[in-house]
């Protein structure tokens, strides 16, 4: 295996897409239901990984902060 290989399954996906979409989706918002930030990744087309974690929040409304926080992005 060459040295600058990494194994596959060991790196983070890349959050800023996610960061973009929540700045996008809460721009006048206070909350967002859980359904709401899935419906708008889905259309947005964001990575497998990122609509996973997306997927498992709890049902319910978040605030950009909290949502941020669960999925491991940054707070707008």
């Known amino acids: 295996m060459p040295a600058d290989s990494e ?3 060991d790196t983070e996906p890349d ?3 996610l960061d973009e979409l929540l700045d996008e989706i809460y721009h006048g918002q206070e ?6 930030i899935y ?3 889905v259309a947005a087309e964001l990575a497998a990984a990122l609509l ?4 498992a929040l709890p049902e319910g409304e978040y ?9 491991g992005g940054s707070p707008a």
Do not use: F, Y
């Open 7 to 9: 194994p596959a399954g």
């Open 15 to 17: 959050t800023r897409p």
């Open 31 to 36: 909350r967002i239901s859980q359904a709401d």
């Open 39 to 41: 419906r708008r990744a």
């Open 52 to 55: 996973t974690r997306i997927a």
């Open 63 to 71: 605030a950009v902060d909290e949502a941020a926080d669960l999925l």
